[in-house]
């Protein structure tokens, strides 16, 4: 479903992503772990084009993009391919929930609005916001917010929803909530792939964890496989400390 191949980034001097590359089956869920700075939110970042990666190719589903020079209109085929559920929602705070929903159906499918909003109202069911579709972002809580921005991800039918830290912006009591949205999306057979440092959400939801480290893919695998018997001596250190 998903292919990088020798995928490169640099910030000026700072060499991000040294020609990673990582294969995502169709219904994969694949959780990405590693510290701060490893580069996994700037992969995660480059297979929908929201960073441009200096060299190498992205696939989904079929469709491939050159990173050096894309053309315009190939950006714009990927991304409908993809949809991306921020750590900071995202929302537009002068749209209700509903809206900020029904945004894309209308703006970019030219959806009626009556049909809009009907596929909306039953995507907010779906992730227990039913009672919140007519609210503003500021009228309820973070991770309401959050799973507002998984509707919206859900609503366009994506082939593959990427999470950036989909947990990271929420007080601890409100990330259960959040978790067990993302497990039952999961739980539908949808293609996904995480940025995530929740350890026990990777134990419960994922299927294959890769661990980052300095621009690098050091290992990956089946979960336990992982996050119980790591191969390499930098996972076993982050595990350490992340759990400890």
């Known amino acids: 479903m998903v292919q990088l191949s020798n995928i490169h980034k640099s910030f000026g001097a700072l060499h991000i992503l040294k020609g990673v590359n990582l294969n995502v089956g169709k219904g994969e869920v694949v959780v990405i772990l590693g510290p701060s700075g490893s580069g996994k939110t700037t992969l995660l970042r480059t297979i929908n084009f929201l960073e ?22 190939d950006v714009l085929t990927l991304r409908r391919k993809t949809a991306m559920v921020f750590q900071n929602y995202n929302l537009f705070q ?3 929930v509903l809206e900020n929903v029904m945004e ?17 109202r039953d995507v907010l069911e ?10 503003y972002p500021t009228q309820i809580s973070g991770g309401q917010q959050q799973r507002a921005g998984i509707a919206r991800a859900l609503i366009l039918n994506p082939d593959v929803i990427l999470f950036d830290e989909p947990t990271s912006a929420l007080d601890p009591e409100l990330v259960g ?31 294959r964890v890769v661990f980052m480290d300095g621009g690098n893919i050091i290992e990956e695998g089946g979960t336990e496989e992982i996050l119980t018997n790591p191969r390499e001596e930098r996972t076993k250190q982050f595990l350490k400390r992340i759990t400890s």
């Open 126 to 135: 779906k992730v227990g916001l039913k009672e919140k579709a007519d609210f």
């Open 52 to 73: 441009n990666a200096d060299e190498g190719s992205v696939t989904v589903n079929g469709f491939t993009v050159k990173c050096h020079h894309p053309h315009k209109r």
């Open 104 to 120: 894309a159906l209308v703006t970019v499918k030219k959806m009626k609005r009556e049909e809009a909003e009907a596929r909306s």
């Open 94 to 96: 002068n749209k209700t």
């Open 177 to 207: 909530e959040v978790l067990a949205t993302i497990k039952a999306v999961a739980s539908t057979g949808i293609t996904m792939i995480v940025v995530t440092h929740e350890i026990s959400f990777a134990r419960e939801v994922a299927s």
